[in-house]
């Protein structure tokens, strides 16, 4: 078989950001199991971002890195709890450490994923797709993740676990992994979801309609809970599930952006290239009209990636 050459160094500015992107891209395809090396995931975050303003400023046009870049911290937030189990304290010891000049969002995922999960088990908010980190959230959100009740740690520990099942395709494993987390944390609507996400692909049509009927009293809206229960269809690779929530959020409520941006990742998932940017391109607008700036900078990102890249 021939091998290719791979060079052992960039060529040019734009090939050594290409190249951390791609070692981004792979620590995160590989985060289970990295330990406190996942950490670097930050490091290579940074390096990008860096050198990306400075080929910006020197007039490169860096679009479709920017997309990736975007992409990548999209991905990382997506897998905030895989990513902060693994770290543990060595994210918060590597941030004590760095003193010069301010912090990106990146740094502080820990405290973003602490107020996600407060709002979650409290009050049963909606989670956005994409949860961008702040630093005003503060010590105690950081606290709060670090020191959870002993039985919010078993039900994280369950969920992980049942994501593991799942993604192995013992789905019966993956339900009685979720059911332990649901009892754990009655309060948390994404637990729930999963047990009637499960029940239903598992054919038990009676016990999903029953999850899905105490999701639903848990404070979420009904656009609320088709967007979060098709967001679950679609990781557990119900497409067809995932688009009829999309479909039916969408009917609800036209000019709320996120039934587009469920709609256009089903359809993403599915190779429908040009369907997905437009169902991107619609939710980015309907966010910049209603003052949603993480929504929009998450569609108009994943945007940038398909028009950038439409063989991926």
Known sequence: MTRLAVPSRPRSPLDEVRQALERVE???????GS??????????????ADRLEELEAAGADVRAERGRLESAWQGLQRKARLFLREVGPALRAERERRTVGPLRPWWWLDEAYGRAQRRALGRGLLVALAV??????????????LAPPPQVRQALRHAAWGQERMEAGDLAGALAKFEAAARLTPDDPEMVLWVGVLRQKLGDEEGAQAAYGVARCLGLSEKEFLLRRGTLFLEAGDLE???????AAIELDPRWGYGFYLRASVEAAAGEIGAAVADYRRAADLAHIAGDTQLEAAARAQMALFLFYPER
Not at 26 to 32: D, G, Q, V
Not at 241 to 247: H, N, T, W
């Open 35 to 48: 330990g406190a090396d996942g950490v670097e995931v930050l490091l290579l975050l940074d390096q990008v």
């Open 241 to 247: 599930a995932a688009r009829a929530d999309a479909e």
């Open 26 to 32: 792979m620590r995160l395809a590989n985060l289970r």
């Open 132 to 145: 961008v980190a702040t630093v005003a959230v503060g010590w105690l959100a950081y606290e709060r993740f």
